[in-house]
């Protein structure tokens, strides 16, 4: 069984497809570790792989893939990790994941995550927080913690999660792991619980680049079920740069600078990795993203503003949670919500209420959009001298459990380098740069939209370079 964990999933699917490798025996031996985990990173596992064709004639190989909690499977509980849907069994199934399993990749089990993706740290979970396999007494990162944590513990061989403000990519850098957010419109949001309609995306948890290209090509695509999806230009192509000849990196100070607060370990991780990149040929220069000072801002005026639309559905009538009683329909809607929604989420609906309120929808969410405008002018300014923008993915490497739970803003500031990217709605990607104190730092690469099969090829050279080796956290 080790030597099957060993494996990455490219791996794993060319050994099912010749013949090394039964596809039973590989559901098998992640099914056992998924059931048995003590991270709380699963909240539901299959029995078994759904009856379907060979896997050795499919692309993905049978390798299984685990899915947030946020994707609506058939027949299987999605929850969105809130005590609101809690048991909720859908009558159909997000196009992602159906593309996926199509493709060869069985589902494996729901993961854990912050309740409806609001959090950073997968501690507002209504099914208890998820642990991190490098310390348990550390967060994973959120709002995809549980995905990343079960690709990270080797609980399974890669997995989807949903990126609003950086909820791929910063339980990747947090877990030592790769994570994708895809170029807005590039994946289907059709049965992707809703928190923030403009910014959702869905995207790839990998152990590396490779088999996050190999997972993020099954997943794009125009769906008609979902107006805002688009069709991918071209098929996303496998890394192979050995070197990155002719690549110009730019370096945001506003972002990297003394106002992001970054841990001393994670700075001199981040410089170590440009000077990979410079080593492999990559030029690396400064650069200007005037108003990315003001993302976060503009980003907790935005995506609460939107969760309040979205929630309102979840009102004890149609489906999940109802609190009855001796009660007329206003005061049963009152008490459903208040006992099915989490602190987070009561928090963020009221503040997106109060934004888009009368009188105020102009001095706060209307203005914060144009923030939003200036975020993504200010990005492509940069593109035009730069191919790509380089950050640390997370100020800091993964904090105590507990340690931010009565601050919102310091956890908040948690996204404050991923935030300017889902406002602009262009690609970025985390890997892996090393260990701060014995904890994985992420080094962060963002682009122009619809480049990710260049930032996968520059991601893939420098992962190379690094040499990161996660297996400690499978042990």
């Known amino acids: 069984m080790t030597e099957l964990i060993d ?26 570790r998924a059931a048995g985990e003590e991270l709380n990173a699963f909240l539901w596992v299959a029995d078994s792989p759904a009856a379907g064709g060979s896997p050795a004639d499919r692309p993905l190989g049978g390798v299984p893939l685990a899915v947030k909690d946020l994707f609506c499977t058939e027949g299987v509980p999605s929850q969105a990790g809130s005590r609101i849907l809690e048991g909720y069994r859908p009558p159909y199934t997000a196009t992602v994941v159906a593309k996926l399993t199509a493709a060869g990749a069985p589902l494996l089990g729901k993961t854990n995550q912050d309740e409806f993706a609001m959090g ?57 792991i790769v994570g994708l957010k895809p170029t807005y419109g590039a994946c289907s949001r059709y049965g992707m619980i809703a928190f923030a309609s403009s910014l959702d995306q869905a995207g790839p948890l990998t152990r590396d680049v490779t088999d996050a290209a190999l997972l993020f090509r099954h997943m794009v695509g125009h769906d008609p079920c979902d107006s805002t999806s688009v069709e991918f230009p071209g098929q996303v192509a496998l890394p192979v740069a050995e070197d990155l000849r002719g690549i110009r990196l730019g370096v945001p100070e506003e972002l990297t600078g003394d106002a992001g607060g970054v841990q001393s370990g994670v700075r001199e991780s981040f410089e170590a990795t440009l000077n990979l990149a410079e080593g492999l040929g990559a030029s690396v220069e400064p650069c200007r993203l005037p108003h990315a000072p003001h993302a976060l801002s503009a980003y907790y005026l935005i995506a609460p503003a939107e969760a309040s639309a ?61 923030v939003r405008t200036k975020i993504s002018e200010d990005f492509r300014v940069a593109f035009e001298q730069f191919d790509f923008i380089a950050t640390p993915t997370s100020p800091w490497t993964a904090f105590e459990l507990g340690s931010k739970t009565d601050d919102p803003l310091a956890m908040y500031f948690n996204d404050f380098c991923t935030v300017p990217m889902s406002l602009a709605g262009i690609p970025a990607i985390s890997i892996p740069s090393g260990l701060s104190e014995g904890l994985p730092v992420g080094f962060h690469l963002a682009g122009p939209a619809f480049s990710e099969s260049r930032l996968l090829d520059v991601a893939y050279a420098l992962e190379r370079a690094i040499g990161f080796d996660g297996r400690v956290a499978r042990t």
Do not use: H
């Open 310 to 370: 979205n929630l309102a559905r979840y009102d004890g009538v149609r489906y999940g949670l109802r609190v009855d009683g001796d009660a007329d329909l206003i005061t049963m809607y009152s008490r459903t919500r208040a006992r099915g929604f989490g602190p987070e989420v009561k928090r963020r609906i009221m503040l997106g209420t109060y934004a888009l309120s009368s009188g105020y929808y102009d001095a706060y969410y209307g203005t914060a959009q144009k």
């Open 120 to 176: 950073s740290s997968n501690e507002n979970s209504g099914y208890g927080a998820v642990l991190n396999p490098w310390d348990r007494g550390r967060v994973p990162g959120g709002s995809s913690g549980g995905s990343a944590a079960a690709v990270a513990a080797g609980l399974a061989p890669w997995a989807i999660g949903t990126d609003t403000g950086g909820s791929i990519r910063q339980p990747a850098a947090l877990c030592g």
């Open 7 to 32: 494996l990455t999933a490219a791996q794993a699917a060319r050994g099912v497809q010749t013949g090394e490798i039964g596809a039973a025996e590989l559901f098998e031996a992640y099914r056992r």
